[in-house]
């Protein structure tokens, strides 16, 4: 059984190139299990990993969803860990990994929200990966120069461990940055010897998050159109402008979310106007019912939340794209951008040694 450790930020496509490379080594007769040792919780509720679900179904895994995720991590995790010794957490997640791993051809390991996580525990990407003897493809989405920086860090930490890596896969790049993946990051990655797997464009289907998905973790108040949560959100715009200064800008962002105090119903209306998602009102007060009557007819959801504007943008730092069971498109466009855009070859070469 080999062990293939998928390592990156939360947002990066970490499960979706997962997913893909997953069916394509299914494609090739090989036998596939999944395995995300730590996931993140959002709330207090716990509930299934949304992740754990698509896997779990899509390779016919028979494990409980406790067994593929046997830990959740929230950032204040170590409060509920005060009375457990590293030992004890090492071994449940060993024996997920046993079991896991048995009877299968190849293991895929989901990593953290990011690489550093659980590092005082011991249970980081890093050591997990040295732990387990896995061979790392590092997932990385290159929005900016600094995240190349990152990126090449974690290269460099990789590499002090004597960790395994078949390559970095620069994933969901945006349209504007991807002239310069091509001929600027991927030749700084390969220079310091790490080969880049592939170069895939952002794929707006199964990147950007639905308007219920922001809900899922601003949980506000639905306040008008409730049937078209599921529109995209491709950006976020923060309405602190005036108008004059506001049109031009709500013009050129496509699928966004205006995220602005109730007091700002003229900035909504235009907003309205133009190509918009989600108006979300902070700080508790409500808009004006012009504003609800326009957006019922354009079918855009409101929500109200009671954080101010910038507790709201820092909550949706966090949210991303979960692909469901059911959304048998979005798998299908996961497919496809594998065979177009990643070079599994050495991976293959690395399963069959």
């Known amino acids: 059984m080999k062990t293939i450790y998928f390592s990156g930020k939360a947002g990066d496509g970490k499960t979706a190139a997962a997913l893909g490379i997953g069916l394509k080594l299914e494609d090739e007769g090989l036998k596939v299990s999944y395995f995300k040792p730590l996931g993140f919780q959002k709330g207090i509720a716990k509930k299934e990993d949304d992740d754990v ?7 016919s895994l028979p494990f409980s ?93 990789w590499s002090c461990r004597e960790i395994p890596v078949l390559g970095t896969l620069l994933n969901n790049i945006s349209r504007t940055q991807l002239d310069k993946s091509i001929g600027v990051y991927q030749p700084l990655l390969e220079k ?16 950007a998050p639905t308007v219920a998905e922001f809900n899922s973790t601003l949980n506000g108040e639905i306040l008008a159109a409730p049937d078209q949560m599921n529109r995209l959100v491709e950006e976020v715009v923060v309405g602190t402008m005036t108008i004059e200064c506001a049109l031009g800008y709500l013009r050129r962002a496509p699928n966004k979310a205006l995220i602005t105090g109730g007091d700002r119903s003229d900035l909504a209306l235009t907003a309205l106007e133009t190509s918009t998602s989600v108006i979300i009102f902070t700080g508790g007060l409500y808009p004006n019912v012009r504003v609800l009557a326009r957006a019922e007819e354009k079918g855009v959801p409101v ?51």
């Open 53 to 59: 679900l698509l896997m779990r179904e899509v390779f």
């Open 65 to 157: 969803s406790r067994v593929i995720n046997p830990i959740a991590l929230n950032p204040q995790y170590l409060s509920g860990m005060q009375h457990k010794e590293p030992e004890s957490i090492l071994a449940e997640l060993d024996r997920s990994f046993e079991r896991l791993g048995k009877d299968c051809d190849v293991l895929l390991i989901d990593g953290s929200i990011a690489p550093e996580i659980g590092f005082n525990q011991e249970i980081d990407d890093f050591a997990l990966a040295k732990r387990w003897h896995a061979t790392v493809i590092h997932v990385l989405k290159a929005e900016n120069d600094f995240d190349l920086d990152r990126g090449l860090l974690y290269q460099e930490i």
């Open 192 to 207: 310091r010897g790490l080969p880049v797997l592939g170069i895939v464009p952002r794929q707006a289907e199964i990147a």
């Open 303 to 353: 929500i109200l939340v009671h954080k101010d504007t910038f507790a709201t943008v820092e909550s949706l730092h966090n949210v991303y794209r979960s692909i469901h069971p059911d959304n048998t498109a979005a798998i299908k466009i996961v497919r496809k951008v594998i065979d177009e855009y990643v070079d599994c070859r050495p991976i293959l070469e690395y399963i069959r040694g």
